[in-house]
């Protein structure tokens, strides 16, 4: 199904937010989703009100008909020269703390101008008993839409491996799914949970 690769990513100290909000986002003009239409930009969200953990930011890409070998591709880009200008732009204003590899459980779906609500949880049964769980809890929130489902790929991702992102209709749905898995410890742990706005939208 495809490789999916997520970035999480810190404001550097002392930047100020306008200059990080136009020097970071992963979709600015001519970037790199502009550039490389192979990589699928499904998020680009800053964490909002305060509510999880950091790093503040991820981006979230998805290369459908490919696995490492893309990752081959993005060092010879990366060497040859020609997107230092927007490796510049945004390393003057942020830094990618830790990426991961993630299989997708489900197929990712690119969104923009929500409201996200992320759960970082540990798999504590089969990728198969996590997919059917999280389908069946999707069918049973005809609100709330499930648009990214992945586990990382080995130990190539931070902890605690797994990452679900809903997103809703508005702050008040949270009551619909925020206790929802409360006590559960099979086939996945909630570990921690956090909501997110598109980047630029978030508030501190």
Same mark, same amino acid.
């Given at each position: =199904? %495809?490789?999916?690769y997520?970035?999480?990513?810190?404001?550097?100290? &002392?930047v100020?937010?306008?200059?990080?909000?136009?020097?970071?986002?992963?979709? @600015?003009? %001519? %970037?790199?989703?502009a %550039?490389?239409g192979?990589d699928?930009?499904?998020?680009?969200?800053?964490r @909002?009100?305060?509510? &999880?953990? #950091?790093?503040?930011y991820?981006?979230?890409w998805?290369?459908?008909?490919a696995?490492? #070998?893309?990752i081959d591709?993005?060092?010879?880009? =990366?060497?040859?020269?020609?997107?230092d200008?927007?490796?510049k732009q945004?390393?003057?204003?942020?830094?990618i703390?830790?990426?991961g590899?993630?299989?997708?459980?489900?197929?990712p779906?690119?969104t923009r101008?929500? @409201?996200?609500?992320?759960?970082?949880?540990r798999?504590?049964g089969d990728?198969e008993?996590?997919r059917?769980?999280?389908t069946?809890?999707?069918?049973?929130?005809?609100?709330?839409?499930?648009?990214l489902l992945?586990y990382?790929?080995?130990?190539?991702?931070?902890?605690?491996g797994?990452l679900?992102?809903?997103?809703?209709?508005?702050f008040?749905?949270?009551? #619909?799914?925020a206790q929802?898995l409360?006590?559960?410890?099979?086939?996945? #742990?909630?570990? @921690?949970?956090?909501?997110?706005?598109?980047?630029?939208?978030e508030?501190?």
């Amino acid at each position: =199904m %495809g490789l999916i690769y997520i970035e999480y990513i810190s404001r550097l100290p &002392g930047v100020d937010l306008d200059a990080f909000r136009n020097g970071a986002p992963a979709n @600015t003009e %001519g %970037g790199w989703a502009a %550039g490389y239409g192979e990589d699928q930009l499904v998020l680009d969200v800053g964490r @909002t009100w305060r509510l &999880g953990p #950091e790093p503040e930011y991820f981006a979230v890409w998805y290369t459908a008909d490919a696995n490492f #070998e893309r990752i081959d591709a993005w060092d010879r880009i =990366m060497r040859s020269g020609e997107v230092d200008h927007l490796l510049k732009q945004f390393d003057q204003v942020a830094r990618i703390d830790v990426a991961g590899c993630y299989e997708p459980l489900i197929e990712p779906v690119s969104t923009r101008n929500g @409201t996200y609500y992320a759960e970082f949880f540990r798999a504590n049964g089969d990728l198969e008993s996590i997919r059917s769980f999280y389908t069946a809890r999707a069918r049973s929130h005809q609100h709330l839409s499930l648009n990214l489902l992945v586990y990382r790929i080995g130990r190539l991702g931070p902890d605690p491996g797994g990452l679900a992102v809903w997103v809703l209709p508005n702050f008040a749905a949270l009551a #619909e799914i925020a206790q929802e898995l409360d006590g559960v410890d099979q086939p996945v #742990e909630l570990v @921690t949970a956090a909501t997110y706005a598109d980047f630029g939208c978030e508030i501190l």
